[in-house]
């Protein structure tokens, strides 16, 4: 098989070789080509997956640095100013309606996040065509109850059809001690 091969390819004029080598050399190239798209895919796939398990290795290295730490706050918040998510939405509503704000508010259902010494509860919620001050007000209002409520994300966004009025979209969270 291979002599014939060689034999057809040597009996063939100089430009016919040229071609059946650039044809050849082209069909390597594509190979090549597909088999760095894998390797790279491969490369970047291990890569991550190094790093995932790195990170979940210190953090198993330092599993009761976090659980000391975790227990030492736990023992500095006071049990009875914790708030579950229902009580979350009860005080964000009591401070929306103290400083003006109430009759734009929007909020969705709390989400819980459950764990051995104490539960977070998240809630996004959304303050529609408010004015500065009132939201400056909220705002200073909610902050005064940290560490109990704290402000994951805050995005403020001006109106499109009064730039004087704003748009507050906050997602807020609680932490419960487990009793």
Known sequence: ??????ALFLGRLLREK?????FLLLGVLMWLSGYSKRFGSFWREQRTTTSSLAEQQRWLVNEKAISDSARKSAERLDASKTLDGT???ATLSQLADETGVKKNAVSGAPKDQRGDQFSVHTVNYQINRADWDSLKKFYVALSARSPYIGIETFALQADRTDPNLLTLALTVSAVEIAR
């Open 1 to 6: 098989m291979i002599r014939t091969l060689r």
């Open 18 to 22: 040229l071609l059946l080598l650039c």
């Open 87 to 89: 009580r979350l939405l």
